[in-house]
T-cell receptor, first 113, second 116 residues
Framework: DAGVIQSPRHEVTEMGQEVTLRCKPI?????LFWYRQTMMRGLELLIY????????DSGMPEDRFSAKMPNASFSTLKIQPSEPRDSAVYFC???????????FGDGTRLSIL | AQTVTQSQPEMSVQEAETVTLSCTYDTSENNYYLFWYKQPPSRQMILVIRQEAYKQQNATENRFSVNFQKAAKSFSLKISDSQLGDTAMYFCAFMKLGGSNYKLTFGKGTLLTVNP
């Protein structure tokens, strides 16, 4: 079975540029999560969707960050404009029924120069 | 709000030996799940084991087992017969059950090194 698919795996760009990270959840999963991982703060939940609807976006750092889930099989996390402090690994995870664990993608390593 | 604490930032163990990683949590909830995730250098987040709070029996998965002490809010991970491939960052995580919010609260992680 295909797991959670994230793209790109690595992204290097200059500050000020728009960055779009993509995620395809596991088919049949109805919850999707975006996390950011840094050495300083560990794993932080940015936002999560249930049935394509954002449920909790309290972790989104500021207005430069936005996330969408237009359908059950696709989500994006956008940063515009990007800043060097946004450099991190961004994970997407999806989850099925209530008692099931989250399954993570391989992450996108983002470097903002 | 829930908090998860992993008090050992780093640990090391010799191959074939047993090691225990500590995790404590704080919650007022009664129904929840606890998880251990492994993150090797490849950076994938891999589920190792999970425990339902309502179950008294400790979960086991091959060489991995937990010691779940609900009253003490403790959830340690024991790795038996350690292998070089067990070298990774290990994260303890909490998930509340019920309602519609299934977010995970993670600890800061423990970096485990298995030495040959």
């Amino acid at each position: 079975d295909a797991g959670v698919i994230q793209s790109p795996r690595h992204e290097v760009t200059e500050m000020g540029q728009e960055v779009t990270l993509r995620c395809k959840p596991i088919s049949g999963h109805n919850s999707l999560f975006w996390y950011r991982q840094t050495m300083m703060r560990g794993l932080e939940l940015l936002i999560y969707f249930n049935n394509n609807v954002p449920i909790d976006d309290s972790g989104m750092p500021e207005d430069r960050f936005s996330a969408k889930m237009p359908n059950a099989s696709f989500s994006t996390l956008k940063i515009q404009p990007s800043e060097p402090r946004d450099s991190a690994v961004y994970f997407c995870a999806s989850k099925g029924a209530e008692n099931q664990p989250q399954h993570f993608g391989d992450g996108t390593r983002l470097s903002i120069l | 709000a829930q908090t998860v604490t992993q008090s050992q930032p780093e640990m090391s163990v010799q191959e074939a030996e047993t090691v225990t990683l500590s995790c404590t949590y704080d919650t007022s909830e009664n129904n929840y799940y606890l998880f251990w995730y492994k993150q090797p250098p490849s950076r994938q987040m891999i589920l190792v084991i999970r425990q339902e709070a309502y179950k008294q029996q400790n979960a086991t998965e091959n060489r991995f087992s937990v010691n779940f002490q609900k009253a003490a809010k403790s959830f340690s991970l024991k790795i038996s017969d350690s292998q070089l491939g067990d070298t990774a960052m290990y994260f303890c995580a909490f998930m509340k059950l019920g309602g519609s919010n299934y977010k995970l609260t993670f600890g800061k992680g423990t970096l485990l090194t298995v030495n040959p």
